[in-house]
T-cell receptor, first 114, second 112 residues
Framework: KAGVTQTPRYLIKTRGQQVTLSCSPI?????VSWYQQTPGQGLQFLFE???????NKGNFPGRFSGRQFSNSRSEMNVSTLELGDSALYLC?????????????FGPGTRLTVL | SQQGEEDPQALSIQEGENATMNCSYK?????LQWYRQNSGRGLVHLIL?????REKHSGRLRVTLDTSKKSSSLLITASRAADTASYFC????????????FGSGTRLQVQP
């Protein structure tokens, strides 16, 4: 069974631009969560989607948004990029929402904002 | 803000030695999980312990949970160079916003 895949793996953008990251969960998993990892703030929860609906959201500004498609694939978008958005963005999938058992993580997308 | 804090922040040991990492958290939980991350890559789930459990084993891993002290420990026995990684605890709170919340991590270096 294929694992969680994330594309692209690396991305370089400049301030003010926007970016879209993609995540394909493990087949059969319907819940997708996104996390931001930085050296200063560590791993922080962004949001969770299940059945194309956002079920949970972390404390991030509205510039961070996401969506989930009917095949459970998910995208997250960051608009008006800031230097502080440079981070490793991790996607994780699990079977169900609201029951935080084992989460399967993708390799992450390394975003650098110049 | 992070739910969990790990201690120590960094740990360096020799191959064959045991490594112990501690995690403290703030709110009551449904379960606590430990994950490993190799050098800025994705996280790998190691073990989950539920709030009504006190100890759990998986191979060379032993996890304890003390809900009265809001703390957990991860013991890796007979460590190997391949165990070199960052280790994170993550808590699933039983109230409020349900989101897996990660600690700050312990960076483990196992010297061959």
């Amino acid at each position: 069974k294929a694992g969680v895949t994330q594309t692209p793996r690396y991305l370089i953008k400049t301030r003010g631009q926007q970016v879209t990251l993609s995540c394909s969960p493990i087949s059969g998993h319907r819940s997708v969560s996104w996390y931001q990892q930085t050296p200063g703030q560590g791993l922080q929860f962004l949001f969770e989607y299940f059945s194309e609906t956002q079920r949970n959201k972390g404390n991030f500004p509205g510039r961070f948004s996401g969506r989930q498609f009917s095949n459970s694939r998910s995208e997250m978008n960051v608009s008006t990029l800031e230097l502080g958005d440079s981070a490793l963005y991790l996607c994780a999938s699990s079977l169900a929402v609201g029951i935080y058992n084992e989460q399967f993580f993708g390799p992450g997308t390394r975003l650098t904002v110049l | 803000s992070q739910q969990g804090e790990e201690d120590p922040q960094a740990l360096s040991i020799q191959e064959g030695e045991n490594a112990t990492m501690n995690c403290s958290y703030k709110t009551s939980i449904n379960n606590l999980q430990w994950y490993r991350q190799n050098s800025g890559r994705g996280l790998v789930h190691l073990i989950l312990i539920r709030s009504n459990e006190r100890e759990k084993h998986s191979g060379r891993l032993r996890v304890t949970l003390d809900t009265s002290k809001k703390s957990s420990s991860l013991l890796i026995t007979a460590s190997r160079a391949a165990d070199t990684a960052s280790y994170f605890c993550a808590t699933d709170p039983d109230m409020g916003r349900r989101a897996l919340t990660f600690g700050s991590g312990t960076r483990l270096q196992v010297q061959p």
